[in-house]
């Protein structure tokens, strides 16, 4: 969303929205936690917040899921909304660019037997952008289900015969 921002422009945007978000409930005294996307500029950022008293939390969808069936957390959290969202548990808001962002997401089998989501830069040349939008929801709500320390789903297999 903001292109070719760097750390610094970065950190500023998300400490105004912070701010805002904390005027709009009245949240004065307390900052809420702020969920970064960690490789490539989200990395300073979190540092750049953190340093300015503003708890932020990295996600790196490069790191190991929790569940051995994922090739990383990546595909583990957008397994997690795809089966949310196929179940009726969670509803997101209308939203044109997201829905096309999460629409060109797409699965496969890794020659491991892994669950693997298309390379974010496969997304962007589709798109033209990159997904985050997309990313947003995918790191909002794994943190809300009660973190990325632990499976935000479980999996079970069901067969009516």
């Given at each position: ?93 209308r939203d ?10 797409e699965w496969?089998i890794t ?51």
């Open positions: 969303m903001l292109g070719n921002a760097g750390t610094d422009a970065m950190a500023v945007v998300v400490k105004r929205a912070v701010i805002d978000y904390g005027t709009a409930v009245q949240w004065h005294s307390i900052k809420p936690t702020v969920y970064v996307d960690e490789p490539g500029l989200g990395g300073g950022a979190i540092d750049l917040l953190r340093a300015k008293g503003y708890p932020a939390e990295a996600f790196n969808g490069a790191s190991k899921a929790f569940d051995d069936r994922f090739l990383n957390a990546r595909a583990e959290t957008h397994w997690a909304l795809r089966s949310l969202l196929e179940n009726g548990l969670v509803a997101i808001p044109d660019a997201l829905e096309e962002e999460l629409l060109a997401l496969q020659p491991a037997g892994k669950i693997q989501i298309l390379a974010k830069d496969t997304i962007r040349a589709t798109l033209g952008r990159s997904p985050d939008r997309a990313d947003a929801v995918v790191i909002g709500l794994a943190y809300s289900m009660g973190g990325i320390s632990q499976p935000a789903v479980s999996f079970s297999y069901y067969s009516p015969y």
